[in-house]
């Protein structure tokens, strides 16, 4: 973490107010429980049991939150004492009542230490939740067993399954935490810690309450319907299945089995290599929105309204993506027709997720609220971000930059959204060439986590810290990159396209390379996924590239341009998104073996994984010789936040990492001989890497140590 207090010794502070005792951590950023903070815990609380004129004790931090949870960094590493789980042993067993109060975010171990105390209260911001199942762990010092008892099997096991966060207002109904303090909430919660002590409260310990478990207990089948429909789709995930074993126990097993074999589970999840794989991405992703070579005290600029041009799928996502994040956004459309089809799916998408129970109606009628619609471009003028969201044609894209130009505030920054295409031309049509930069945004944009932010040659510093800053504040995963064709995404996926196609000829069908790559974790293979994108978006792009793809190219010619026609690389029924192996598409790849020479041949599915992914990585090192990623890890993120890589395997690069650089150049070495094709030799970094038998790790010295 990037701050720590110089002193351990004050990282966890005792203070008396009268008789109340104030237990303080204070462990920025975020006040995770490091070693030092659980050894400065248990002496506070030590010495409060021990103190006579001591009638209650708070436990409070400084800072922007209450603990968020285990220190991350020292997962992997040998447990020291006192570990989390004796520190909660020791404040549920304190004789007198201890009462947490919570600001910020209480998470994880952060979450099981409140739940520890014997009364929670928390100011109206405070949000709570066990997270635990994204780092690939569970919840290890009693939270699988505590929060059942506190919110019922049913809740606790959507919050641990899901990881996610509930608010202060839905703590309170659930039971999750006493009271809302309004005004200074130390001193809230000294006070009704104080009247716990006037009334003669009991020390109320989770363990001991079981009567939110009895009505699961004599019917689990609500129970196992919730856990069946969080785990229906997992590809490949350990960590979900265990939440729902370990919460299960909470209402099968007595508390101290049930505890016991919750620290049981989470020694093997927190050993294992999905836990470390997802522990990395943590990292990463917190890494790949720094900017290297930013110089020190740059700020970003004010954003107060931003404009999207075009109403299209993309456009339409990204405005949702500010006025969800509470942005007031200008959409700009060069027709009414086109601006009210664009804003007229933006607002079915916002009710369909308020019907989902997203959000309420009243949040989806706020977030509409912030968008206006127009068809005069004059409006841009009032954006400080705007963003160009118009068909991916260079042409166009330089017609619209240069009009930007004479209208947009002097400050704003103006960023294209483009997939392919050469940020620095696009630049060019502008007199404020540092102002420019991409934003290249996955599909649907409202949706997806990842955020390319390319970084054209002029950019200036303050510009790209800006759209990192925005990029987090819209809810993305922001990854710095470089201006080349197809940025780092893209070009990876290309060299995985060539390779997919590659076997089609030699031997296998679309749903054989599919199924392969869906069973290593992957939601859909690359068919599947050109059916969805649109087999002609694909055609165009090679054909711009002046490349083609045999029988991808085929396909389209016929008009099968994937769901949208109901035919592609599979067929459709009517209505339905399931690929179906269309024997027309079979022919077509017979007859184009045949074209070529080649006598077809079963492609078993440990080669058909290496020779999509390998190529990926290979492409992968080639960026990171070019400069075009700063760090493997950003090529990691990427990956898992934009093209659906499992995160359990970490990324391209990390996965390489385990499996061994020395295995996959001589690999690539094979099929580049075998396919006689230079495209597939490993290139200069991989093969520098495997003689030195380093890792692609080995190049970013990172503190954050996952061992
Ligand atoms: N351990 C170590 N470092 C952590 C950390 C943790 N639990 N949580 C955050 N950090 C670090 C981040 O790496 C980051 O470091 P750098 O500034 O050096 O990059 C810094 O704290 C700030 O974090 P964010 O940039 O994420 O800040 P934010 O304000 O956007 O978000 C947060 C704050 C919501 C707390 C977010 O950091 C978060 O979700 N943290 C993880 C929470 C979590 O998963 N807790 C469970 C831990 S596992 C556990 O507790 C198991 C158990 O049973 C004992």
């Known amino acids: 973490m990037a701050e720590q207090p110089s002193n351990d010794a004050n990282v966890v ?30 002496a506070c609380f030590d010495k409060a049991e021990a103190d006579a004129a001591i009638k209650a004790v708070v436990v409070a931090c400084a800072g922007r939150t209450f603990v968020a949870g285990a220190d991350i960094t020292e997962f992997g590493k040998p ?37 520890a105390c014997h009364y929670r209260v928390s100011d109206a911001g405070a949000r709570m939740g066990l997270p635990e199942v994204k780092l690939g762990i569970l919840p290890g010092a009693g ?19 899901t990881g996610e966060m509930i608010g202060a207002k839905k703590a309170l109904a659930l039971g999750l935490i006493d009271a809302i303090v309004d005004g200074d909430l130390t001193q809230g919660a000294v006070a009704f810690a104080r009247k716990l002590v006037t009334e003669k409260k009991p020390l109320r310990r989770l363990r001991d309450q079981e009567d939110k478990l009895a009505a699961t207990r004599k019917d689990p089948k609500k129970f196992d319907e919730i856990a069946a429909s969080l785990t229906a789709r997992l590809r490949g995930l350990r960590a979900p299945v265990a939440c729902v074993e370990s919460v299960r126990n909470s209402f099968t097993l007595p508390v101290d089995e049930g505890m016991e074999r919750e620290r049981e589970i989470f020694r093997e999840l927190v050993t294992g290599d999905q836990s470390k794989a997802q522990r990395y ?35 339409g996502g990204i405005a949702m993506c500010f006025a969800s994040a509470g942005i007031p956004v200008t959409v700009i459309e060069t027709s009414d027709e086109a601006l009210q089809r664009g804003l007229g799916i933006i607002r079915k998408n916002y009710e369909a997720s308020a019907k989902r129970g997203a959000f309420s109606m009243e949040d989806a009628e706020k977030r509409i609220g912030l968008m206006t619609g127009t068809i005069d471009f004059n409006a841009v003028k009032d954006a400080d971000f705007v963003i160009e969201a118009v068909f991916e044609e260079m042409d166009i894209k330089k017609d619209v930059f240069g009009r930007l130009d004479k209208i947009a505030k002097p400050d704003a920054i103006l960023a294209t959204n483009t997939s392919y295409l050469d940020v620095n031309v696009i630049a060019q049509s ?29 950019t200036a510093p303050d510009v790209l810290a800006t759209a990192v800053a925005v990029g987090r504040k819209i809810g993305k995963v922001p990854a710095i ?19 997919a196609e590659r076997m089609l000829i030699e031997g296998a069908l679309p749903q054989d390379v599919d199924g392969a790559i869906v069973e290593f974790g992957f939601p859909m293979g690359p068919f599947a996924m050109s059916d969805l994108a649109g087999i002609d978006v694909g055609a165009r792009a090679r054909k711009a590239l002046g490349v083609r793809a045999e029988i991808a190219d085929a396909i389209a010619d016929l008009g099968r341009y994937g769901q949208k026609t109901g035919r592609g690389f599979y067929i459709y ?30 492609i078993d599915k440990k080669e058909i994984v290496e020779r999509l992914i390998f190529p990926m990585i290979n492409e992968g090192a080639q960026i990171l010789e070019e400069g075009i990623a700063q760090r493997p890890s950003d090529i990691d993120v990427i990956w898992v936040y934009g093209y659906g890589w499992p995160i359990w395997r970490g990324g391209p690069m990390f996965y390489a990492d385990q499996i061994g650089l020395p295995y996959i150049r001589d690999r690539l070495a094979e099929y580049a001989k075998r396919a006689n094709d230079p495209r597939l030799e490993p290139g200069t970094m991989l093969n520098r890497l495997a003689d030195q038998k380093a890792t692609f790790a080995s190049l970013t010295d990172s503190k954050k140590t996952v061992a």
């Open 481 to 499: 990159v470089g201006v080349c064709h197809g940025f780092v995404g893209n070009r990876m996926l290309r060299a995985r396209s060539i390779e």
């Open 430 to 458: 502008t007199m404020r060439q540092g102002s420019v930069l991409g934003t290249h945004f996955f599909s649907p944009a409202n949706v997806m986590r990842l955020l390319e932010i390319v970084r054209g040659k002029a």
């Open 281 to 315: 991405i943590f990292f990463a992703e917190r890494e790949a929105s720094k900017v290297a070579d930013m110089p020190a005290g740059v700020k970003p600029r004010d954003v107060k309204r931003a404009a999207v041009i075009g109403a299209g799928t993309m456009g």
């Open 573 to 602: 029924n009517p209505g339905s998104r399931t690929p179906q192996p269309d024997p027309e598409v079979e022919a077509i790849i017979v007859a184009a073996s045949k074209k070529n020479g080649i006598t077809r041949r079963t």
């Open 79 to 115: 447990p020291v004492s006192p570990i989390l789980a004796e520190v909660c042993k020791i404040v549920e067993g304190m004789s007198k009542p201890v009462v947490a109060a919570i600001h910020g975010t209480a998470l994880g171990g952060g979450l099981e230490l409140a739940l």
């Open 143 to 161: 939270g699988t067993q505590l929060l059942p008892r506190a919110i019922g099997p049913e809740e606790a096991v959507r919050m641990i399954v």
């Open 13 to 42: 502070t005792l203070r008396n107010e009268s008789d109340v005792a104030v237990v303080t951590i204070d462990n920025p950023p975020v006040n995770a429980l490091r070693h030092a903070v659980r050894a400065g815990l248990a």
